[in-house]
């Protein structure tokens, strides 16, 4: 493939990931894009994936019964020409690491937005590390096909709650039953709802008399206000700004009704960045046009057939191209590995991929090679990406085999969901095992594994830390001197120690009275 042809693969895709809390109308907005790629036939088709049908995996039971998605895939569709991966996220509020270190695999972020709600906790948090790496955030206001909050206060929350400028690309015509369409603020026309029909405007816009006699007087009314505020004191949209991850663009619509969902599309593929460098560890970068292929493991799924034990790594390739049966360099061990069996993953149907490019996120079958954050390549000499940033844990538990018989794969399972960053492990000073995690459904599945994977039950007592920090150039002896009872001294799986604190107050104590021990967050270690 020449350069040229490369350049133009590369530059037609567009991976971004789908946050939201609950509920907003992630399953339904995903859905609604899937179908615009015709990438399904039927509506119903990721609502059922979501709800039902997880016969592939015995531990997504746990998913069954809580009626959430635990796991997360990659959808990927072509529309007008480019081509689009959606990583799909978990949305509980219980999620892990998992969903931060897909966010660490996207080039941008879709954020859906119940408009009666608006900003909840979790959208925060999953926002909170797209802002840390920079990557250009575009905002739906979902439902205003029901009745929703006023539109500017949406905003101003936005702004207010997320620290970050927001600018209208399209503004709702009322709402609920009221709900008449939607003005395009970039294209100057509004879509109306009950009619389906586009209607292009003049250049006096809204303000113009081609809506008069189709809008009620209210609605007519709020628009033209709203706009001459937006016109005075709102943000334009700054294709810049954007790119940058500095502003989100606003777009409002029914992800039910697919409404404004089309022009949203639009907007976000004109705006949202194609793949770009990726950095390496120690400086430098990769070139995306780089003929040599290279990418790195971000999530590690376990087992969808149980029966073989078999895990699926997901990898995104950062340069070349990749091809069938090939064989890279994995750096982590300077061994070569054939890869034979890559899948590119849409929904639960999952079909063997034989050329795939910059950008593109493949499922590598792994027998048990593959780590997250590891380097495949073709280089000469091995490479190694930046590392995924490490989350930092805020529960934790001691764990057990509940039978000692089992304590040989009670150990296995343990060190294999740790490297499958599953769950953190740590051990303390007495050997016990101490399990770290972001959120509590991963003890969940971490107890429901080893039990039903590696037939290890568990005994789990939670411990009442919430703060984790790392020691520095540590002095063990001062160390242990200062620990006391109310923390704890637990080593990670390589060996560095941790000091477990019960809150920020006991933290703040604890360096006060020891200066001299140098504690940090996991991310600086
Ligand atoms: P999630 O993936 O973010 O958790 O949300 P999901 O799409 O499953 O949507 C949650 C609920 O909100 C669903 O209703 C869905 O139909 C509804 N919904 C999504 N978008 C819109 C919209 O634009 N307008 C309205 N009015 N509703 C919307 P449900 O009752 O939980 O499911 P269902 O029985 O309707 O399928």
């Known amino acids: 493939m020449t350069r040229k042809e490369m350049a133009a693969q590369i530059s037609r895709r567009r991976i971004f990931g789908i946050i939201s809390h609950p509920d907003a109308g992630k399953t339904t907005l995903t859905e609604k894009l899937l179908l615009h790629g015709g990438a399904i036939r039927e509506a119903g088709t990721v609502k059922a994936r979501k709800n039902a049908k997880f016969a592939t995996s015995d531990w997504m039971e746990i998913e069954k019964q809580r009626g959430i998605s635990v796991t997360s895939s990659v959808m990927q569709f072509e529309y007008e020409g480019k081509v689009i991966s959606i990583m799909d996220t978990p949305g509980h509020n219980d999620f892990g690491e998992d969903t931060y270190r897909i966010l660490t695999s996207v080039d941008s972020a879709v954020m859906v937005i119940d408009a009666a709600k608006g900003i909840e906790a979790q959208t925060k948090k999953l926002f909170a590390v797209c802002k840390m790496r920079g990557i ?76 008069e006699e189709i809008l009620t007087i209210n609605n007519l009314k709020a628009l033209r206000e709203q706009i001459e505020l937006l016109e005075g004191a709102g943000y334009p949209v700054d294709q810049e700004l954007i790119a940058a991850g500095e502003l989100t663009p606003v777009f409002f619509g029914s992800a039910l009704a697919d409404f404004g969902v089309t022009a949203f599309l639009e907007h976000f593929l004109e705006m949202s960045p194609a793949p770009g460098p990726r950095k390496l560890e120690g400086g430098g970068e990769v070139d995306p046009l780089d003929p040599n292929f290279s990418g790195f493991v971000f999530k590690i799924q376990a087992n969808m057939n149980p029966a073989h034990r078999d895990r699926l790594a997901f990898f995104r390739i950062c340069s070349g191209t990749y091809t069938h049966g090939m064989t890279v360099t994995l750096s982590r061990t300077g061994k070569p590995i054939k890869l034979a069996q890559s899948t590119q993953l849409m929904a639960n149907e999952r079909e063997n991929v034989q050329t795939a490019y910059t950008g593109d996120i493949i499922g590598i079958y792994d027998t048990g090679n593959f780590q997250i954050g590891d380097t495949l390549c073709t280089t000469k000499e091995p490479i190694f990406f930046e590392p995924l940033p490490t989350f930092p844990p805020e529960l934790f538990a001691r764990v057990a085999p509940k039978d000692t018989m089992k304590a040989k794969q009670f150990q296995k399972g343990v060190a294999q969901l740790a490297q ?104 600086e270690i």
């Not at 003005?183 to 009619?195: D, F, G, M, Q, T």
């Not at 830390?465 to 001062?478: F, L, N």
């Open 136 to 211: 250009p955030i575009f905002t739906f206001m979902n439902k205003l096909d029901r009745e929703a909050k006023d539109p500017l206060e949406l905003l101003s929350e936005l702004e207010e709650v997320l620290g970050m400028p927001a600018a209208a690309a399209t503004w709702p015509i009322g709402c609920g039953l009221n709900f008449q369409g939607v003005y395009n603020i970039l294209r100057n026309e509004v879509y109306l709802y009950r009619e389906r029909r586009t209607l292009k405007l003049g250049d006096l816009g809204v303000f113009g008399d081609e809506l």
């Open 420 to 523: 499958e960053g599953a769950i953190q492990v740590y051990h303390n000073e007495y050997n016990e095992v101490v399990i770290g995690a972001v959120g509590q459904l991963q003890f969940e599945v971490f107890q429901y594994r080893l039990e039903n994977e590696y037939n290890a039950p568990l005994r789990m007592e939670s411990l009442d830390y919430s703060v984790a920090r790392w020691i520095k150039d540590p002095d063990m002896e001062a160390v242990k001197r200062a620990v006391d009872s109310r923390t704890m001294l637990v080593f990670d799986r390589f060996d560095r120690p941790l000091i477990l604190f019960p809150n920020v107050f006991t933290l703040n104590f604890f360096t006060e009275r020891f200066p001299a021990i140098k504690l940090v967050e996991a991310t």
